[in-house]
């Protein structure tokens, strides 16, 4: 592998047609490699930074770029980050302002601008993890289960609030504790944990409306595990972005975060799975340099 080549992850899941484009946009400029299974584009982008890749690119969804970053991570060295969004969400390209177009994208290679992010390193049974975009506890657990690889490809982004609509009346709650980095102490029967460093989840649902993935903080919220009218209030609230502020969804900016619950909650960091009853999220600021779009800085 050249050090100077740019390297192209990409998850085959993203359709035939559209890795013929990237090809087409990108061959010759990058090497591409198609991810082989669960894991795989961690170990490439770890074995790139080891290269001395200068540039690793995540071609898919939330997922795949939460497997290249857990390959950067924890010490990227001088290479940079970059998000080709194909997948379903595309959360984190919002964020950074990233534009799904293959031949706008390519404009933002050449253009080379960059941006140093935070990131959350997770710790607990599972081991340490990093996540770039949002972790979310509890309730949307019930909501992926709903989830088919057809209903996505048919609703696409919608697909994700279909599932929620589904999964509201058979919601139960968990007794949790969140304690932060300034001492306060939040115990509350919640259906939902919500530790973010990128503005929206699920294809656009803007669950950190203000967040900012350099501003040094994570943006930590509770749902409560509130019932009939007040939880459809609530969840339309979220929907629109307009929860920050309610008494039903307490919010905290952190730098660190302890986080219990009864009974364990199951976690998706940028859409993987991990299950505890006690986890620790930590920021790591600016701890990757990544391609961005946009009016980024």
Known sequence: ????????????????????????????????????????ATELARRAVEGGVGTVVAGGGDGTLHEVVNGLLPDPGQTVCGLLPLGTGNDFARTLGLPN?????????EGGKTRKVDVIELDGPFGRRWAINCVVGGAIDRVDEKLTEEAKRFWGPLSYLRAAAETLPELEPFAVELLFDDGERIAREAHAVVVANGRTVAGGVPVAPEADPADGSMDCLLLAAVQGIDLLTLAGKVLLGAHLGDEHAPFRRARSLRLTSRPAMAFHADGERLDAARATFTLRPAALRMLVGGEAE
């Open 101 to 109: 177009e293959i031949e706008r994208w390519v404009e933002l290679l």
């Open 1 to 40: 592998m050249e050090p100077s080549q740019p390297l192209l992850i990409l998850n085959p899941g993203a359709g035939r047609t559209v890795r013929e484009e990237v090809d087409r946009a990108v061959g010759g400029r990058m090497r591409i490699v198609l991810t082989e299974g669960p894991g795989h």
